[in-house]
């Protein structure tokens, strides 16, 4: 049975998400920065290895997130369905409909 607390708690996981899909987006392009930086410098070959792992860990948690936002985002989607059927009324489903428009604009661009 889903209710508008259950509704506040996947809107708020879907905005997390985001959020955290946005940092380590950020972190990759920093980190990819850095690495370039060491390359032009003629860094030493283990610190350049090492920060080239620091690198690829970063990319890692790009699809990561992605997936875990898809999930999240149907579940969403689920519970925001069950609610309007049993015809509830409240601020949170507002708030969850622009939730849902906003990570959709942020999970579209990805799929193409």
Same mark, same amino acid.
């Given at each position: ?37 060491? #390359? ?6 283990? !610190? +350049? /290895?090492?920060?080239?792992?620091? $690198?690829? %860990? =970063? ?7 992605? #997936? ?6 149907? !579940? +969403? /989607?689920?519970?925001?369905?069950? $609610?309007? %059927? =049993? ?26």
């Amino acid at each position: 049975m889903a209710t508008l607390r259950n509704l506040k708690i996947k809107t708020s996981t879907c905005k997390r998400i985001v959020k955290e899909l946005r940092c380590y987006e950020k972190e990759v392009e920093k980190e990819a920065a850095k690495t370039a930086g060491m #390359k032009e410098k003629g860094a030493d070959p283990y !610190d +350049l /290895k090492q920060q080239e792992n620091v $690198l690829a %860990e =970063s990319r890692m948690m790009v699809p990561d997130c992605h #997936k875990r936002l898809e999930t999240a985002l149907a !579940d +969403l /989607k689920a519970t925001l369905a069950e $609610l309007k %059927e =049993s015809n509830e009324q409240g601020a949170e489903i507002g708030e969850a409909e622009s939730t849902i428009t906003e990570v959709e604009a942020v999970v579209k661009p990805s799929e193409d």
